[in-house]
């Protein structure tokens, strides 16, 4: 191709993604009901004549190019899910569907991977192996990547690589890391029962806001007296609820949070430290407790050698490479990371806002390259297993 017309080709891909992405933008759908967004995707990979892999999903989609020769396959992964947000951006191509919107920029994320997918398309038959395209439900509920696994997406996979948008980076950097990116998310639900009572006899009930009053103050010691101050943890009690009226000590109380780790050794100690604490302070005031616990996805812990390859490949097409903070949120891209080696990264969107905002945005300049960067990525990927 002559200088011209790749620039023209490149144009023309930019065009492209930047329509796709604001058509996604507008018809924003939530978890496990991202079925018109599935629809445009099939359409969109069936007209540049990409092969869709019929896994059977309710939502998502998974698709493929390459294998003409055999070789190894490896995975792109998208989440392609909204969240129950209304949109305050102001932008013309704003969503359309009310208190829908794709404020965590999953639309960025399809419309990348997207990219890669047709950029790949062109090179299919000199592929050394097959990209698989998960284009993925539910990331927001944290179950979409396990539902993919279940419907056997991860077949014969050898590596796989993932992204997020990061407003606090600019556009032309990504933030690449090995070890833990993002957090592991669990959640708690403490439920204390005492003895109601009149608000005026106290004494001849067990106070159970008492009690889980001194259980949030005692849980702040998990973090601050039991982890080690250089290890990063999360536990944050964010809601609690009790009693009907002024006059009345009620029977219960219900306490809910959420714990955050980079770690499965902390992750595991802390449900344990919980525990114990919520007895211990159960038993001094009388009452009884007990604990339910929400196991979510694990941390993300990226793959050293896959993490090389990330920032070569960024290096070559011309990323600048910064090495990111990790996040406390989580991402369920680490249930794949459990079954097999993975790398994601933070590409910089240059937002106005952070993720899960109603006035979030990305910046559409990051369309283009980071497609180039995920086709790339693939083809690296493919070639390195193909010959080692
Ligand atoms: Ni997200």
New binding site residues.
């Given amino acids: 191709m002559g200088i011209r017309t790749q620039e023209a080709a490149a144009i023309e891909l930019e065009t492209r993604l930047i329509t796709i992405r604001r058509h996604l933008h507008q018809y924003p759908e939530v978890a496990n009901e991202e079925f018109e967004t599935t629809k445009a995707i099939r359409g969109w990979l069936e007209e540049a004549g990409i092969r869709i892999v019929n896994l059977s999903l309710p939502t998502g989609v998974v698709a493929e190019v390459g294998g003409k020769h055999g070789g190894p396959i490896i995975a792109l992964r998208a989440?392609i899910d909204a969240l129950p947000i209304h949109e305050e951006t102001g932008l013309p191509y704003a969503s359309r569907i009310f208190g829908n919107m794709h404020a965590?920029?999953?639309d960025f994320?399809t419309s990348v991977i997207l990219g890669a997918a047709f950029l790949l398309k062109q090179q299919e038959d000199t592929l050394p192996g097959t990209v698989r395209f998960l284009f993925q439900p539910a990331?927001?509920k944290g179950t979409g990547a396990s539902l993919l696994i279940d419907h056997g997406a991860l077949e014969g996979v050898q590596a796989i690589f993932g992204l997020?948008?990061k407003p606090d980076l600019e556009v032309g950097t990504i933030g690449i890391k090995p070890g833990a990116l993002m957090a592991s998310v669990d959640g708690f639900e403490i439920i204390v029962e005492g003895l109601g009572t009149h608000a005026a006899i106290p004494h001849t009930g067990i106070d159970p806001i008492v009690a889980a009053s001194q259980m949030v103050t005692a849980l702040q010691s998990i973090v601050s007296r039991n982890i080690s101050p250089l290890e990063q943890a999360v536990v944050s009690v964010t809601t609690f609820h009790g009693g009907t009226t002024w006059n009345v000590i009620p029977h219960k109380v219900v306490l809910e949070g959420t714990v955050r780790t980079f770690h499965e050794e902390v992750r595991s100690f802390i449900p344990k430290r919980l525990q114990t604490i919520i007895e211990g302070v159960a038993e001094a005031y009388n009452a009884r407790v007990s604990l339910r616990w929400f196991k979510g996805p694990p941390s993300v812990q990226n793959d050293p050698e896959l993490t090389e390859l990330s920032i070569e490949t960024a290096k070559k097409v011309g990323l600048q490479v910064v090495v990111p903070e990790p996040s406390l949120?989580g991402?369920d891209f680490a249930f794949y990371q459990e079954k097999i080696p993975g790398s994601f990264v933070f590409i910089g969107t240059s937002g106005r806002e952070e993720?899960?905002h109603p006035g979030f945005t990305v910046d559409e300049r990051a369309l283009l390259i980071s497609a180039h960067y995920f086709a790339e990525l693939a083809i690296r990927a493919l070639e390195g297993r193909a010959s080692g």
């Fill in positions: 989440d965590c920029g999953h994320h990331e927001e997020h948008n949120a991402e993720w899960h």
